[in-house]
């Protein structure tokens, strides 16, 4: 079975310092990969989106950016963080686009508070 | 663009029936989702209608009208856990070959004794 893992689970970091996050997904190969953000109360925001190795698409103008190392692994980082950039970051996964690509499942999120 | 209308609250007694409705404006449609996420946690799938109709999983019931844009979802014989925000939403295809979703704002449901 298909299992997708992301960390840290809670992240607090101060205004101007770095960020990255990790996800990685178990189980697939050649999986579509999405980060997304939420705002407390809100709906969920695209990110980013990856249909293969270094291929990233970007949806939004943001102060993130985002890295496909590797096959299932999916990275989002910013050099310097900025206080609008704290929310519930949310790591998915779906088939390629052969499959069934529109039901996503997403990983266990990173509560991120930037101080 | 796409754009999704749904209630942002609901409320309702346990074991009562409660339908959460959805509507929809976009470029281009392939189907309706529905997910469930639990206060703190990750938004879970339920359901995806992609033809007109009603599609059962359970005690979950997902509805869908093309031709009105339109779709809800229906829970029956409420349950306490059901307490959660839903969320309906739309794939659109990217020029990548990939679906992208498109998500409602929420709907808060709260199971009241």
């Known amino acids: 079975s298909q299992t997708i893992h992301q960390w840290p689970a809670t992240l607090v970091q101060p205004v101007g310092s770095p960020l990255s996050l990790e996800c990685t997904v178990e189980g697939t190969s050649n999986p579509n990969l999405y980060w997304y953000r939420q705002a407390a109360g809100r709906g969920l925001q695209l990110l980013f989106y990856s249909v293969g190795i270094g291929q990233i698409s970007s949806e939004v103008p943001q102060n993130l950016s985002a890295s496909r190392p590797q096959d299932r692994q999916f990275i989002l980082s910013s050099k310097k963080l900025l206080l609008s950039d704290s929310g519930f970051y949310l790591c998915?996964?779906?088939?390629?686009?052969?499959?069934?690509?529109?039901?996503?499942?997403f990983g266990p999120g990173t509560r991120l508070t930037v101080t | 663009g796409q754009s999704l209308e749904q209630p942002s609250e609901v409320t309702a007694v346990e074991g009562a029936i409660v339908q959460i409705n959805c509507t929809y404006q976009t470029s281009g449609f392939y189907g309706l989702s529905w997910y469930q996420q639990h206060d703190g946690g990750a938004p879970t799938f339920l359901s995806y209608?992609?033809?007109?109709g009603l599609e059962e999983t359970g005690r979950f019931s997902s509805f869908l009208s093309r031709s009105d844009s339109y779709g809800y979802l229906l829970l029956q014989e409420l349950q306490m856990k059901d307490s959660a925000s839903y969320f309906c939403a739309v794939p659109s295809l990217s020029g990548a070959g990939s679906y992208q979703l498109t998500f409602g704002k929420g709907t808060k449901l709260s199971v009241i004794p």
């Open positions: 998915a996964w779906s088939d390629p686009p052969q499959g069934k690509s529109y039901e996503q499942y």
């Open positions: 209608n992609a033809l007109d």
